[in-house]
């Protein structure tokens, strides 16, 4: 941690009315952005408070917009073997897991039928399925402790969540997509899907989760060049 957290809570209580309760969910706002980490904690709670923990309306598997889907990939496409792929879970946890594909299969699927909405102005309605990332980080045995989670991808793109949403019953760890195995382009062997979070949040090529009692100095690829951490939808 650089900051002392006493300082950043007294900056979040000082500067957190009108940028937090005014701004809300939006993907991106300047305000928000300038007073980044001080604001953080205070954000986080209040817009958890705001989203709830409820599931999403999900749509039907008719309407789904394959067309609509834009691959979004800043670090090129890494091309992850399926027979030697493994899902890393470690950090706040008892039994440090290193999970192969087939592995993740053998939990308990789920299909989401939800809109993904990139920041830059278009959003697509997917079916995406796989395990539940709470199904998950579950196996795994969480610290109590744990409160946030790193996402590392092959890529090198990074992500860091807060649990409550990690464990919300829609945010899978996708290794399908409408149907069929998910393409390289997309993420695939296993990719975050979640309908609460902006696209950014949704890590393709997943490789690593480490469950975290406090954040560090990387919030995540774009949240450290100032987009929103919480992104929220
Ligand atoms: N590893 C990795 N994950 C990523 C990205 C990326 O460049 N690398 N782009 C993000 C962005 S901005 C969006 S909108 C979605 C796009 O997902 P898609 O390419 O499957 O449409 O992936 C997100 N996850
Ligand atoms: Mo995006």
Same mark, same amino acid.
């Given at each position: 941690m650089g900051s002392d957290p006493g300082r950043r809570r007294a900056l979040g209580l000082l500067v957190s009315g009108g940028s937090s309760l005014l701004l809300g969910g939006c993907g991106l706002n300047r305000w928000s952005t300038a007073v980044g980490a001080a604001t953080q904690p205070l954000n986080e709670r209040i817009e958890a408070l705001l989203q709830g923990q409820g599931p999403v309306p999900e749509f039907r598997r008719s309407q789904v917009e394959p067309a609509a889907l834009l691959v979004n990939s800043f670090n090129g496409t890494p091309n992850l073997a399926p027979e030697s792929y493994r899902l890393v879970v470690n950090g706040a946890v008892r039994r440090p897991l290193r999970l192969d594909l087939a592995a993740l299969a053998a939990l308990p699927? $789920?299909?989401?039928?939800? $809109?993904?909405?990139?920041?830059?102005? @278009? =959003? +697509? %309605?997917? =079916? @995406? #399925?796989g395990p539940r990332l709470a199904d998950v980080l579950a196996l795994a045995g969480p610290s109590p402790l744990g409160a946030y989670l790193a %996402? $590392? #991808? +092959?890529?090198?793109y990074f992500e860091t969540w807060d649990l409550a949403s990690a464990l919300h019953p829609q945010t899978l760890l996708a290794t399908h997509m409408n149907g069929a195995p998910l393409p390289v382009a997309n993420g695939a062997p296993v990719r975050l899907a979640s309908p609460i979070k902006l696209g950014y949040k949704q890590s393709k090529w997943v490789t690593g989760l480490e469950l975290m009692t406090s954040l560090g100095d990387r919030l995540g690829t774009w949240e450290d060049r100032g987009y929103e951490w919480f992104a929220g939808l």
């Open positions: 699927q $789920r299909e989401c039928v939800t $809109r993904h909405v990139c920041v830059e102005g @278009w =959003a +697509a %309605i997917v =079916a @995406w #399925s %996402i $590392r #991808s +092959a890529d090198q």
